[in-house]
């Protein structure tokens, strides 16, 4: 039942629920299981919340295990090869489970499905998948699902392109007091590593007024943190029909009644306006913690990786946030061996770190991306150099963490509590505005709420305080 045709968004919107009542009917009363695992960044995570909501609303069950599951989604990423070839594994894994339960339904869907090279892959040799669809129809769900429901067999549908944005359609999210919004899709920057523009399209905006029904919603649903998402934000609203920039946006998300603290990712130093660090400065609920990738420190890297700014840009806009917020923690990205990285290289990376007194970092090792223009470079890095010069990394990195977090011992954050410590239930955990993470001794009744917790203890990963 793949349907060719394309409404508009509305139309499109009520399809969808037209097929999750169908799908309701059919499972008259059963409540199957599903279970689904996310790879890969919160764009993912937040696309999971939806396939949720679709699931829940239809009437399915979360399943605490997967092998247990009646239904397994796997939403896929292709950022690194090992993401991928842990899908691999895990549907070998799952195929003896299928055989044990023949009811068992798998779909894959993410990133990884809109390379033509896994999907080649797939139908020859993972037969048993049931469904697999990609990052641009993800909100046609709940229609694939009653498809492979009504015809046995395996279910491809992907599209080369994104079609409209389609709102309002079910969520589920983990807590109730924290949750992500879209404000955008897709990504124009084509560094030359990345394979995400490739696999999730060119830059589409959400309309504010979308942006701001929903999180309404959420706040007065309880939502008090607002995470808002997407590959660049600070190229937010530039292709509306009514221009708007991602500050004007934040000003209007702040307006919004019930919502304690507002956060965003990601921001490409290129797009980093002016006006963006006025918005930080002049809005109180915009918590004062900015992630801004770096990558490498090495200029001519930069441009090798095509991302429009030098070290010294780089530097300027840390100096520039911190002045407008003293209190301001940086977070970063940073790839090491990347092709053509020498050992001078990596030392301009060391030395931004060292200059910009980063508050915590995701570092990875360079991983070859079939179909970007990296991954056709001659001159790839040894693996062995790259991860010494990783692990030097690391060392750097601690010790400039070490070096920020000291300036918090005796002072007290305001914590937004998140749950019970995993490893010792007497703890809570919770995030600090600048998103550091604090560990305190407290009762569950806590979960939710804003407490102030001095800090006693810095641990580089973590904070230990007092309530
Ligand atoms: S800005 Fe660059 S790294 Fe980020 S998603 Fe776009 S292409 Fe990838």
Request: hydrophobic share 35%.
């Amino acid at each position: 039942m793949k349907r060719e045709h394309m409404g508009n968004a509305a139309e499109e919107a009520l399809m969808q629920k037209a097929a999750i009542e169908r799908m309701k009917n059919f499972l008259a009363g059963r409540h199957p299981s599903y279970y689904i695992t996310t790879l890969g960044c919160q764009m993912n995570a937040h696309d999971s919340e939806k396939l949720a909501g679709i699931l829940e609303e239809m009437g399915f069950v979360l399943s605490e295990q997967e092998e247990a599951a009646d239904l397994v989604v796997y939403n896929t990423c292709c950022v690194r090869e090992n993401a991928e070839l842990k899908v691999y594994g895990r549907l070998g894994y799952l195929k003896s489970y299928k055989k044990k339960n023949p009811n068992m339904k798998i779909a894959l869907c993410g990133c990884m499905m809109q390379e033509p090279h896994v999907i080649e892959k797939l139908k020859k040799s993972y037969r048993w998948v049931d469904l697999i669809f990609g990052t641009h129809n993800l909100y046609r769900f709940a229609e694939l699902l009653e498809s492979v429901y009504e015809t046995p067999g395996q279910l491809i549908d992907i599209w080369d392109a994104p079609g409209e944005i389609v709102e309002d359609l079910p969520s589920i999210r983990k807590t109730s007091f924290k949750a992500s919004v879209n404000i955008m899709f897709g990504c124009n920057n084509f560094c030359t590593y990345c394979i995400v523009p490739y696999v999730r399209g060119r830059e589409r905006s959400r309309e504010p007024e979308e942006i701001i029904k929903e999180i309404q919603c959420l706040a007065a649903s309880g939502v008090k943190e607002i995470q808002l998402l997407g590959q660049n934000v600070n190229s937010y609203g530039k292709t509306l029909q009514n221009p708007i920039s991602f500050a004007q946006l934040l000003y209007k998300v702040s307006e919004v009644e019930g919502i304690e603290r507002i956060r965003f990712m990601t921001s490409h130093p290129k797009d980093l306006s002016p006006e963006l660090i006025d918005a930080m400065k002049n809005c109180p609920k915009v918590c004062p913690h900015f992630h801004l990738p770096l990558q490498s420190g090495s200029d001519r890297l930069l441009k090798e990786m095509n991302r429009h700014y030098d070290k010294a840009k780089y530097l300027d806009i840390v100096r520039r946030l911190r002045e407008a917020v003293p209190e301001m923690a940086i977070t970063t990205d940073i790839i090491v061996g990347f092709p053509g990285e020498t050992r001078e290289d990596f030392l301009e990376t060391v030395d931004v770190v060292r200059k910009a007194g980063f508050d915590n970092a995701f570092t990875f090792i360079y991983s070859k991306r079939e179909g970007t223009p990296a991954a056709r470079m001659e001159n790839q890095v040894d693996p062995e150099e790259a991860k010494t010069n990783f692990e030097e990394l690391l060392v750097v990195l601690k010790e400039v963490m070490d070096q920020r977090n000291e300036r918090l011992v005796g002072k007290t954050l305001q914590v937004l509590v998140e749950d019970v410590n995993n490893h010792d239930a007497s703890m809570l955990t919770g995030r600090s505005e600048g998103n550091y993470l604090v560990h305190f001794k407290g009762g569950s009744e806590l979960i939710g709420q804003t407490v102030p917790v001095k800090i006693d203890e810095q641990l580089t990963y973590y904070l230990v305080g007092t309530l």
